[in-house]
């Protein structure tokens, strides 16, 4: 009884997932999502205190004696690589930009966050201040038509915005109150882009069917790309970064 109980139970299950898988198939049929992990092996060079934060008494005070690090590595006990910039290398003019939502670059216990940050040309980028002091946003990009600002920012100051036209690779967001302040802003001239998370993980969404080379980059431990092809299914990519 307890046996075909369970039984029942379980075809029901299966029915469902199969209807759920269907539903999803329907949907994914004129775009599919890049997906995968990346994964970081061998052991990054430590994160350095930022010290001179702690000279500053306005920062120092958000820090209770204990100064933060660097955040060059961000790795998860299994090697869990998040902050990889992942894009479809070369796939240009395909920008939605400038419908897109902000993206938001916040300035908070006097460090950048997030400090690694990718957009499309034409989006905006919202820049916060959430601290009680001053912060002076710098932008200093090097490829041609991506303007260069330099901007007060007041505590409790309106938000500023910025967008760029021109795609750039790791673009420097600074402060010149705390020269130890930055974030890399990546623009892209389509939607076709994400970061990696805290697991590693990553997904570029609604990808139209096509041949692509996709990018992995990190800006420390560099760039690795590998060949898709995207039909009607998600397609998984996963990249592996080595260390000596
Ligand atoms: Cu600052």
């Known amino acids: 009884m307890n046996y075909s109980r369970t039984n029942w139970l379980g075809k029901t299950v299966a029915l469902a997932a199969l209807a759920i898988g269907i539903a999803g198939a329907w949907q994914a049929a004129s775009a599919a999502d890049i997906i995968g992990v990346i994964t970081l092996t061998g052991t990054p060079p430590a994160e350095k205190e930022i010290t001179p934060l702690m000279e500053n008494s306005d920062c120092a005070a958000m820090y209770n004696g204990k100064a933060p690090t660097t955040h060059f590595y961000v790795?998860?006990?299994?090697?869990e690589f998040a902050d990889v910039v992942v894009s479809l290398k070369g796939v240009t003019g395909k920008?939605?930009?400038v419908s897109a939502a902000p993206a938001v670059l916040d300035q908070k216990g006097c460090l950048y966050?997030?400090?690694?940050?990718a957009v499309q040309t034409g989006q905006k980028i919202t820049v916060k201040n959430s601290d009680n002091c001053v912060h002076n946003v710098h932008c200093?990009?090097?490829?041609a038509g991506n303007e260069e600002h330099n901007d007060v920012q007041m505590a409790g100051g309106a938000?500023?915005?910025?967008?760029?036209?021109q795609p750039e690779m790791f673009l420097r967001f600074k402060c010149d109150v705390h020269p130890w302040m930055f974030a890399w802003v990546s623009v892209f001239?389509?939607?076709?882009?994400a970061v990696s998370d805290k697991d590693g993980k990553f997904v570029i969404k609604n990808v139209p069917p096509g041949k692509y080379t996709v990018e992995a980059n990190h800006r420390k431990a560099g760039a690795q790309t590998q060949d898709v092809e995207v039909a009607d299914?998600?397609?998984t990519v996963n990249f592996t970064f080595a260390l000596k």
């Open 159 to 165: 938000d500023l915005t910025y967008s760029f036209p």
């Open 233 to 235: 299914k998600d397609v």
């Open 75 to 79: 790795v998860g006990p299994k090697g």
């Open 189 to 193: 001239d389509s939607p076709y882009f």
């Open 95 to 97: 920008s939605t930009g």
């Open 113 to 117: 966050t997030p400090q690694i940050l």
């Open 140 to 143: 200093t990009p090097t490829v």
